[in-house]
């Protein structure tokens, strides 16, 4: 496994955690893993399509204001990896998004992937895909 897929399965491993951190609290960006591998200018892009509708988050600021609106617009959520393509400085993870809205109770099931960017060992952007094949081709990969 490339140390690029590593990173990036490392990641996912603390997905749980952030559910139940307060994001207005600093310290979770004292994490040695967050702090050591996710860029200062991490960058996460939310498609159009998406629940929560097209976003962007930037930085610090733009990790918690997502931690934020996750906790206010979903009662439970979490991110499963299913499946990881190595594609260089770039890695496609198939994840399953499943959540429960906080206002309808709604349950969701979402299959997508995100293609995480990598520079010197570091985290800087994720974009989400709900067309997993567009995923692939985005990194020069082919569909299955």
């Excluded at 490339?2 to 994001?23: G, I, K, T, W």
């Excluded at 609290?25 to 004292?30: G, L, M, S, T």
């Excluded at 733009?62 to 260089?88: I, K, Q, T, Y």
Aim: glycine share 6%; no cysteine; proline share 6%.
């Amino acid at each position: 496994m490339s140390q690029n897929v590593e990173l990036v399965r490392r990641f996912y491993a603390l997905s749980p955690d952030l559910r139940d951190v307060d994001p207005n609290d600093p310290a979770i960006f004292d994490d040695a893993f967050v702090h050591g591998r996710l860029d200062e200018e991490f960058e996460l892009r939310l498609p159009g399509d998406y629940p929560e509708g097209q976003s962007i988050f930037r930085g610090r600021e733009g990790f918690r204001r997502l931690l934020v609106m996750m906790r206010d617009v979903w009662a439970e959520w979490r991110v499963e990896p299913e499946r990881f393509f190595d594609a260089g400085d770039k890695v496609v993870v198939f994840t399953r998004v499943v959540a429960r809205g906080s206002a309808s109770r709604v349950p969701i099931e979402l299959p997508v992937a995100y293609v995480w960017s990598i520079k010197e060992a570091r985290l800087t952007s994720a974009r989400v895909y709900l067309d997993r094949s567009e995923a692939l081709e985005a990194v020069g990969l082919k569909p299955d």
